[in-house]
């Protein structure tokens, strides 16, 4: 595998899911080819780990007032996924277009209260 000299990253692509490889790195001067670093055992990702989560079910609304509305929903249980780390919630006012403050980086734990309906 080719890199040009002033690379000191690559990203290493087409491996299989949920194998273990060896990884070393050499440089190459105009000599030839240095030393071998000390290897590394790294395991690729099971290809259920790297499917992203499915939707949130049983979303409920409620409304509070005249300007607020509260929001709850239930995480799926049989996931063979990523652990889900965050969610977003994003609306959509009527006959608009775009989206109005999207809410990012909400912990797992707010979207998941007890049984709410």
Known sequence: MEMDHECREKVIGDLKPGTTYRMS????????????????????LSQ?????????????????????????????EDEETAPIQSYSVEYIRRNVEQKESPMQGLQPEFGSPSDSG
């Open 48 to 76: 259920d780990f790297c499917l992203p989560p499915e939707a949130p079910f049983k979303p409920h609304v409620l409304v509070v007032s005249d300007s607020e509305v509260a929001l709850s929903w239930k995480p799926r």
């Open 25 to 44: 790195i050499a440089a190459y001067s105009q000599s030839g080819k240095g030393k071998v670093s000390y290897p590394r055992i790294v395991t690729t």
